[in-house]
């Protein structure tokens, strides 16, 4: 960004945006520390805490000062090309100062509160497949997700604030029409595969130690482009990433020893969401730029790294021999050929966050329907892990034999809203297969090089044409302005035609 003399509107709001920056990143270390090392003794006064940082921000972000400051910078604004870094974080500022003015902090306070409490009973409760602990939670977040849209009168449905705070621009009719397309391409290719005979992954599920796990993943990531200098990786019970800083960007991961596959994907899932966060323009740093677009773009590139490069057969042709060596008991009789096809297994499963690429959107499309069909009052909470099991018996063919791998399996809801987030999933695969299709259309020796062992292209590439940006375009514009046309199915639907029909001869 240009330096302008101090007297200058813009400097003040920098000034200002840094400060609400800062009061936000002591909130997320919070969060984190809560997810992480936090005793259980802390949860009631870490709420509160949270509660409070986050009152103080809203508080300080909707002070009408910034405002008019914003009102004094149209002008500015308006001589600057849209592009224009300066213009860029006013424009993104407006949008976020005409949202959060419509929310009371009180509420913000109230909800980040909730948030804490609804968490540290889920945490509690999922391991003891206990949905009666956690469902009075559950009906508070849905009350609250119910206020929190009607802050925003005017929507065509109750989701649409909600999607629209994650993936601006969407609402609830253009994502079913989007998943509508989708499920007509998946079902017929489950179907397929699901009537040949089973793959074998049993070399997936033997023992292998947790700390030989976490030992293999950081060498993997770190060969990825992930920087340590500037990150961390700890262990939670549902792996996130998190940011305080371009400086300080974090990822979690969970390890089962049964299971190589877990800790593995979860940790190159993770980098994804990091690669990107660390790759934002360091002249963002402590502003609204300086994080990703949407929730879509942003799984895009977790979904690209976990799975067009991290489950490829050019990845595992360099990678495996250094897999075996960290396991020679388990590997050393698995080839190359069976390892591939194991972590490629296609099969109607239960978990959403182990599911293959084939299934994985049936999963997200099944809580997309629930959380509409909660926030439209035709589903009661109390009937949910019904409707959550009917619904996979009639999606997916199978029930979950607990609400431990049924309705609490994901923390969504018993950390946020009900609404507006689980449709990133499937927008990033679609946006993942759309940016990587592209880079290779610029480099196409990037195939070649991952089976060297050489992500810098790739990665290299992604910075140049998504991480700098942080959120000076939206999610339509990054992928218009990457991809040169608007998102679409086909690409991904491409991508799974190609891998799978290979390894499953349809």
Same mark, same amino acid.
């Given at each position: 960004?240009?330096?302008?003399?101090?007297?200058h509107?813009i400097q003040?709001?920098?000034?200002?945006?840094?400060e609400i920056n800062?009061?936000? +990143?002591?909130?997320s270390?919070?969060?984190?520390d809560?997810?992480?090392?936090?005793?259980?003794g802390g949860?009631?006064?870490?709420?509160?805490q949270m509660a409070t940082l986050?009152?103080?921000?809203?508080?300080?972000?909707t002070?009408p000062?910034?405002?008019q #400051?914003?009102?004094d910078l149209?002008?500015y604004?308006?001589s600057?090309?849209y592009?224009a870094d &300066?213009a860029?974080?006013?424009r993104?500022?407006r949008?976020?100062?005409?949202?959060l003015?419509?929310?009371p902090?009180?509420?913000?306070?109230k909800?980040?509160?909730h948030?804490?409490?609804?968490y540290e009973a889920?945490?509690?409760?999922?391991p003891e497949?206990n949905?009666?602990a956690?469902?009075p939670?559950?009906e508070?977040?849905?009350?609250?997700?119910?206020e929190m849209?009607n802050?925003f009168?005017g929507?065509?449905?109750?989701a649409d604030?909600?999607?629209?705070?994650?993936d601006y621009?969407?609402n609830?009719?253009?994502v079913?029409?989007l998943?509508?397309?989708?499920?007509q391409?998946l079902?017929p290719?489950?179907?397929?595969?699901?009537?040949?005979?089973i793959?074998d992954?049993t070399?997936?599920?033997q023992h292998?130690s947790?700390p030989?796990? #976490?030992?293999f993943?950081l060498?993997?990531? @770190?060969?990825l482009?992930?920087?340590?200098?500037?990150?961390r !990786?700890?262990?939670t019970l549902?792996?996130?990433?998190?940011?305080?800083s371009?400086g300080?960007?974090r990822?979690t991961t969970?390890v089962?020893e049964?299971?190589?596959?877990?800790?593995l994907?979860s940790?190159?899932?993770?980098?994804?969401?990091a690669?990107y966060?660390?790759g934002?323009?360091r002249?963002?740093e402590?502003?609204?730029?300086a994080?990703?677009?949407?929730?879509?773009?942003?799984e895009? !590139?977790s979904?690209?790294?976990?799975n067009l490069?991290?489950?490829?057969r050019?990845?595992?042709?360099?990678?495996?021999?250094?897999?075996?060596?960290a396991f020679?008991?388990?590997?050393?009789?698995?080839?190359?050929d069976?390892?591939?096809?194991?972590?490629n297994?296609? &099969?109607?499963s #239960?978990?959403?966050?182990?599911?293959?690429?084939?299934?994985y959107?049936?999963?997200?499309m099944i809580?997309f329907?629930?959380e509409l069909?909660?926030?439209?009052?035709k589903?009661a909470?109390?009937?949910?892990?019904?409707?959550?099991n009917d619904?996979y018996?009639s999606?997916?063919?199978?029930?979950?034999?607990?609400?431990?791998?049924?309705?609490l399996?994901?923390?969504?809801?018993?950390?946020?809203t009900?609404?507006?987030?689980?449709?990133?999933?499937?927008l990033?695969?679609?946006? +993942?297969?759309?940016?990587?299709?592209?880079?290779?259309q610029?480099?196409?020796?990037?195939p !070649?090089?991952i089976?060297?062992g050489?992500f @810098?292209? #790739?990665h290299d590439w992604?910075k140049?044409?998504?991480?700098q940006?942080g959120?000076k375009?939206?999610?339509a514009e990054i992928v218009?302005?990457v991809?040169l046309?608007?998102?679409?199915i086909e690409?991904?639907?491409?991508y799974?035609?190609?891998?799978f029909g290979?390894?499953?001869?349809?």
């Amino acid at each position: 960004m240009q330096t302008l003399d101090k007297t200058h509107p813009i400097q003040e709001l920098r000034t200002r945006l840094a400060e609400i920056n800062d009061i936000e +990143s002591a909130a997320s270390l919070l969060y984190w520390d809560q997810a992480t090392y936090m005793p259980p003794g802390g949860a009631a006064a870490r709420g509160r805490q949270m509660a409070t940082l986050r009152h103080i921000a809203h508080t300080k972000f909707t002070d009408p000062a910034i405002g008019q #400051l914003l009102e004094d910078l149209r002008e500015y604004e308006s001589s600057l090309p849209y592009d224009a870094d &300066e213009a860029s974080l006013i424009r993104v500022t407006r949008l976020d100062y005409d949202r959060l003015v419509k929310i009371p902090p009180a509420f913000t306070a109230k909800f980040s509160q909730h948030s804490a409490d609804a968490y540290e009973a889920w945490a509690k409760a999922r391991p003891e497949n206990n949905f009666a602990a956690v469902a009075p939670y559950l009906e508070k977040t849905l009350e609250l997700s119910r206020e929190m849209a009607n802050f925003f009168p005017g929507y065509q449905h109750i989701a649409d604030p909600l999607i629209d705070e994650s993936d601006y621009g969407m609402n609830a009719e253009s994502v079913r029409a989007l998943f509508a397309q989708l499920r007509q391409q998946l079902v017929p290719i489950v179907d397929a595969i699901a009537s040949q005979p089973i793959t074998d992954a049993t070399a997936l599920h033997q023992h292998y130690s947790e700390p030989e796990q #976490l030992a293999f993943s950081l060498e993997v990531i @770190k060969q990825l482009g992930y920087d340590f200098h500037r990150g961390r !990786q700890d262990q939670t019970l549902h792996p996130f990433m998190t940011k305080f800083s371009t400086g300080d960007v974090r990822i979690t991961t969970r390890v089962r020893e049964n299971d190589l596959n877990e800790g593995l994907f979860s940790t190159i899932h993770e980098t994804g969401h990091a690669l990107y966060e660390q790759g934002i323009a360091r002249d963002f740093e402590a502003t609204p730029l300086a994080g990703g677009t949407s929730s879509g773009v942003h799984e895009s !590139q977790s979904r690209l790294w976990e799975n067009l490069v991290g489950r490829s057969r050019n990845f595992w042709e360099f990678c495996y021999p250094q897999l075996q060596a960290a396991f020679p008991q388990q590997l050393k009789q698995v080839s190359l050929d069976t390892f591939y096809r194991g972590i490629n297994k296609v &099969e109607r499963s #239960l978990i959403r966050t182990d599911a293959d690429e084939v299934t994985y959107n049936l999963h997200v499309m099944i809580r997309f329907d629930l959380e509409l069909a909660l926030l439209e009052g035709k589903l009661a909470v109390k009937d949910l892990p019904a409707a959550w099991n009917d619904r996979y018996q009639s999606d997916l063919g199978i029930v979950p034999p607990s609400d431990t791998n049924g309705v609490l399996q994901d923390v969504h809801w018993y950390g946020g809203t009900i609404g507006g987030v689980f449709q990133g999933y499937t927008l990033g695969n679609l946006m +993942s297969a759309q940016f990587f299709e592209a880079a290779l259309q610029a480099h196409p020796e990037i195939p !070649q090089q991952i089976r060297q062992g050489n992500f @810098k292209v #790739l990665h290299d590439w992604l910075k140049q044409n998504i991480y700098q940006h942080g959120r000076k375009y939206t999610a339509a514009e990054i992928v218009e302005k990457v991809t040169l046309q608007p998102l679409s199915i086909e690409p991904f639907i491409r991508y799974i035609k190609g891998k799978f029909g290979e390894l499953y001869n349809f």
